[in-house]
C-alpha cells in the first residue's frame, strides 16, 4: 500500500521568502511518481511539479523545486520568492504507474505581505 | 495539458434529492476519474470512468449512490443521489493525458452543499 504523509497542517511565510512544506511518502513499488498540487481557495487544483523515482536530478518548475531525497523517502517542495497568490493549500500525491493517485492531508500555506 | 470545465460550479440542495454533475474535456481522454473532497479533508478518488464500460468504484463508494455516466470520450456525469449532509463536499474530475508519468488534470470542481 501507498501512503504520504504531510506533517505540517499550516504554515506561514514572509513574502519573498522561501518556503519548504514537507512531503514524506511510503511505497514498495521501485518506480513511482511524486506530484505536488496547489488548491487555491476557489477548490481547483493545479499541478505545479513532478518527481519520477528514478530521476536523477531534482524536479524543478520556474519558482517551484522539488528537494527529492529517495532513500529517506522525502519529496519537499521548495517555493522560492513567495508571492500573496502562493497562499492556498498544498498536497502532496504519489502513483506508480497507475492512474490511482494517493493523497496527502495538505498543507495550507500563508503568505504575509 | 487538457482543459476540463464542470457544471455546475457550486450548488445547494436539500436532502434527499439528487444532482448530476457534468465535466467536459477539451481533447479525447481514455480514463476520467470522480474524487470527493470533503470538507477540511484530502481528495479521496470515488471511481474510474472508462468510455463503453461500467465505471469501476472504489472501496466505500457504490453506484447506486453515485452513479457515472460515460458517454463519449471527451463526457463524463456523476450523480450524487439521495443526498445527505455528509454528502456536502467538492467534487472534482481529472484526466489523465497520457504523459510518460500519468499526470492528471482537473476541472475547477463543484461545490456541493446539502441541507
Known amino acids: 500500500a501507498q501512503k504520504i504523509t504531510q506533517t505540517q497542517p499550516g504554515m506561514f511565510v514572509q513574502e519573498k521568502e522561501a518556503v519548504t512544506l514537507d512531503c514524506t511518502y511510503d511505497t514498495s513499488d521501485p518506480s513511482y511518481g511524486l506530484f505536488w498540487y496547489k488548491q487555491p481557495s476557489s477548490g481547483e487544483m493545479i499541478f505545479l511539479i513532478y518527481?519520477?523515482?528514478?530521476?536523477?536530478q531534482n524536479a524543478t518548475e520556474g519558482r517551484y523545486s522539488l528537494n527529492f531525497q529517495k532513500a529517506r523517502k522525502s519529496a519537499n517542495l521548495v517555493i522560492s520568492a513567495s508571492q500573496l497568490g502562493d497562499s492556498a493549500m498544498y498536497f502532496c500525491?504519489?502513483?506508480?504507474?497507475?492512474?490511482?493517485?494517493?493523497f496527502g492531508t495538505g498543507t495550507r500555506l500563508k503568505v504575509l505581505a | 495539458s487538457a482543459v476540463i470545465s464542470q457544471k455546475p460550479s457550486r450548488d445547494i440542495c436539500q436532502r434527499g434529492t439528487s444532482l448530476t454533475i457534468q465535466c467536459q474535456v477539451d481533447?479525447?481522454?481514455?480514463?476520467m476519474f470522480w474524487y470527493r473532497q470533503q470538507p477540511g479533508q484530502s481528495l479521496t478518488l470515488i471511481a474510474t470512468a472508462n468510455q463503453g464500460s461500467e465505471a469501476t468504484y472504489e472501496s466505500g463508494f457504490v453506484i447506486d449512490k453515485f452513479p457515472i455516466s460515460r458517454p463519449n470520450l471527451t463526457f463524463s456525469t456523476l450523480t450524487v443521489s439521495n443526498m445527505s449532509p455528509e454528502d456536502s463536499s467538492i467534487y472534482l474530475c481529472?484526466?489523465?493525458?497520457?504523459?510518460?508519468?500519468?499526470?492528471?488534470?482537473f476541472g475547477p470542481g463543484t461545490r456541493l452543499t446539502v441541507l
Open positions: 500525491a504519489i502513483n506508480s504507474g497507475t492512474y490511482k493517485y494517493i
Open positions: 481529472s484526466v489523465e493525458k497520457g504523459t510518460s508519468y500519468n499526470e492528471q488534470f
Open positions: 481533447s479525447q481522454v481514455t480514463m
Open positions: 518527481q519520477g523515482s528514478y530521476d536523477q
